[in-house]
């Protein structure tokens, strides 16, 4: 059976095509810079779950080879406003709960669940394309001030959003449409490096006069962009907060503290 998203599915998918703020190689309009050496997630002793690959059909009963399907004649244009077989996506919330026991497991975090929270907090999200589309929502905090807190929301696309430190966010897919074709198994990759770099401190943010800059070093290909803060969806009075917070931290966000261990 050919599974359709909803009406609510295409409308998040079709916000995320239309804004580079939702790919994390692509919110500056900048490839991704060389990869970052000195670690690998193998080193982290996390190991991400063995996930089954969901069979999604094409009309005529065939398996869709997602990621390979426009060729260079690219996708046709009514693609970009279509979402099918949207079930593909689910492995990655598998992952993305994964990587969250993990972290609980080896860093002294809390980790408390906000999605009752989130109409009532200043969240500042720009999780696309509103909170209602969230099914939970959790923040993960770190045991020490100079470390940058980390927010996970779980869509009904089904998609995994992160938003860490002051600024930065990213989407995985980053966008759920025919057209931009993603597959899961290369969203779970970006997802365990994007998280794993947070924590292990590879990550930093400046507010330089009217722009903010953000770096994150992924063994796989690090990501930097710079911005002008009239484009965020931040009020002044968040931003003003963020230059507050972010002054003081000269190297960048610091790594999170591992948990001690009782022998």
């Not at 509103?130 to 939970?136: D, G, S, T, V």
């Not at 001030?145 to 980053?174: H, I, K, M, N, W």
């Not at 507010?207 to 290909?221: A, K, N, S, Y």
């Not at 972010?246 to 960048?252: E, I, M, R």
Request: hydrophobic share 35%; net charge positive.
């Amino acid at each position: 059976m050919i599974m359709r998203a909803s009406d609510r599915m295409v409308a998040m998918a079709r916000e995320r095509c239309r804004s580079g703020r939702w790919r994390l190689t692509g919110r500056s309009g900048r490839a991704d810079f060389p990869p970052e050496a000195g670690w690998r997630v193998a080193d982290s002793g996390y190991i991400r779950p063995s996930v089954t690959t969901p069979t999604c059909l094409d009309d005529h009963g065939e398996v869709i080879r997602f990621g390979t399907r426009w060729g260079e004649a690219g996708p046709p244009r009514e693609a970009y406003s279509e979402v099918h077989h949207s079930e593909r996506f689910a492995p990655i919330v598998t992952v993305a709960e994964a990587i969250i026991a993990y972290l609980t497991k080896t860093y002294d975090v809390v980790v408390e669940d906000i999605s009752s929270l989130a109409q009532e907090r200043e969240l500042k999200y720009s999780f696309t394309p509103e909170i209602a589309h969230m099914r939970r929502m959790l923040e993960i905090t770190p045991g020490r001030g100079d470390a940058a807190r980390l927010l996970v929301g779980f869509t009904d696309l089904p998609s995994v959003e992160l938003q860490a430190g002051a600024f930065f966010d990213a989407a995985f897919p980053g966008c759920g449409c025919d057209a931009c074709d993603e597959e899961w198994s290369g969203c779970a990759a970006r997802l365990d490096e994007t998280v794993l770099a947070v924590a292990r401190g590879a990550f930093s943010e400046n507010i330089r006069g009217r722009r903010v800059e953000t770096f994150l070093g992924r063994p796989e290909g690090s990501y930097r962009s710079s911005y002008r803060l009239k484009h965020l969806p931040y009020s002044a009075a968040y931003i003003a907060r963020a230059r507050r917070l972010l002054k003081p931290l000269k190297a960048g966000w610091q790594p999170w503290p591992k948990r001690q261990t009782t022998a």
